[in-house]
Nanobody, 120 residues
Framework: QVRLVESGGGLVQAGGSLRLSCVASGSIFRINAMGWYRQAPGARRELVADITTGGSSIYADSVKGRFTISRDNAKNTVYLQMNSLKPEDTAVYYC??????????????WGQGTQVTVSS
């Protein structure tokens, strides 16, 4: 069973920083892209950042220049460094990975989410 487990969320004041981590474990053959999504109350889940195995990354316009995504392939881990946080960043943040399981099938997997709350 493949699992993604996030950590690092919490409550922070505007202008502060948080670092999220996500570790993938289980019957994994190969991980392709990994990323972070978020969902605010009443809103659609949206892409925050995504990174390939080679380190190429993309960001939502709203977080460019403030957030940095990175990964450690040897540890099956993806990170999201969040700086200059704004109240608009408040959301549940979900880790995502496109990976091949032991069955050789490529499929998306999701973590259960971690709450990030930014106060004014």
């Amino acid at each position: 069973q493949v699992r993604l487990v996030e950590s690092g969320g919490g409550l922070v004041q505007a202008g502060g920083s948080l670092r999220l981590s996500c570790v993938a474990s289980g019957s994994i053959f190969r991980i392709n892209a990994m990323g972070w999504y978020r969902q605010a109350p009443g809103a659609r889940r949206e892409l925050v950042a995504d990174i390939t195995t080679g380190g190429s990354s993309i960001y939502a316009d709203s977080v460019k220049g403030r957030f940095t995504i990175s990964r450690d392939n040897a540890k099956n881990t993806v990170y999201l460094q969040m700086n200059s946080l704004k109240p608009e960043d408040t959301a549940v943040y979900y880790c995502n990975a496109d990976l091949y399981g032991s069955d050789q099938i490529l499929a998306p997997y999701w973590g259960q989410g971690t709450q990030v709350t930014v106060s004014s």
